[in-house]
């Protein structure tokens, strides 16, 4: 069983940057890749941002292109999402999900999500 839970999340003004985390557990860990989903009130959820297992593979929404980084420390027990000149539109519940292949993530079926973690963004 993987598990994975959220951290960082908070409320900031436009412009300014966040960085959220996710702990991971496991031992099928290391045999996935994970990345991050976000789904905002009324709006579909959508894929943030990927992370191949080898890191040899990452994928970000266009609409978070030069402005997010998806990266993970030596151990791979931890995933960073850090968020900067943040918009009001990037205020969403953000998610940790973890699949087999960065396939199952960038076609919307990670095998694995964390509760969520709220990130709010003023104008």
């Known amino acids: 069983q993987v598990q994975l839970v959220e951290s960082g999340g908070g409320s900031v003004r436009a412009g300014d940057s966040l960085r959220i985390s996710c702990a991971v557990s496991g031992r099928t860990f290391l045999t996935l890749a994970v990345g991050w989903f976000r789904q905002a009130p009324g709006k579909e959820r959508e894929l943030v941002a990927a992370?191949?297992?080898?890191?040899?593979?990452?994928k970000y929404a266009d609409s978070v292109k030069d402005r997010f980084i998806i990266s993970r420390e030596n151990a791979k027990t931890t995933v960073d999402l850090q968020m900067k000149r943040l918009k009001p539109g990037d205020t969403a519940t953000y998610y940790c999900?973890?699949?087999?292949?960065?396939?199952?993530?960038?076609?919307?079926?990670?095998?694995?999500w964390g509760q969520g973690t709220q990130g709010t963004v003023s104008s």
């Open positions: 999900v973890a699949g087999r292949g960065i396939f199952a993530i960038t076609r919307n079926v990670p095998e694995y």
């Open positions: 992370i191949s297992y080898t890191d040899d593979i990452i």
